[in-house]
């Protein structure tokens, strides 16, 4: 676990956003903002970014 609460929370709610902008829109970047939006959804709820690992951060006090 390398996110802590308030990047989790970030995350949650930048994810839920860009899944609903994506459903309510007829735009062309409708796949990009599925995914980026999942992948916001699944870290938040996993507490854990591959991307923070590689890079050796962490936003979780523990």
Same mark, same amino acid.
């Given at each position: 676990?390398? @996110?802590?609460?308030?990047?989790?929370?970030?995350? &949650?709610?930048?994810?839920? %956003?860009?899944?609903?902008?994506?459903? +309510?829109? !007829?735009?062309?970047?409708?796949?990009? @903002?599925?995914?980026?939006?999942?992948?916001?959804? &699944?870290?938040?709820?996993? %507490?854990?970014?591959?991307?923070?690992? +590689?890079? !050796?951060?962490?936003?979780?006090p523990?």
């Amino acid at each position: 676990m390398n @996110l802590g609460i308030n990047d989790r929370l970030i995350r &949650l709610f930048a994810g839920f %956003g860009m899944v609903t902008v994506e459903y +309510l829109s !007829g735009i062309d970047w409708d796949i990009i @903002l599925l995914a980026l939006g999942t992948w916001g959804i &699944l870290t938040s709820a996993m %507490g854990f970014c591959p991307f923070y690992k +590689l890079l !050796g951060h962490s936003s979780c006090p523990i």
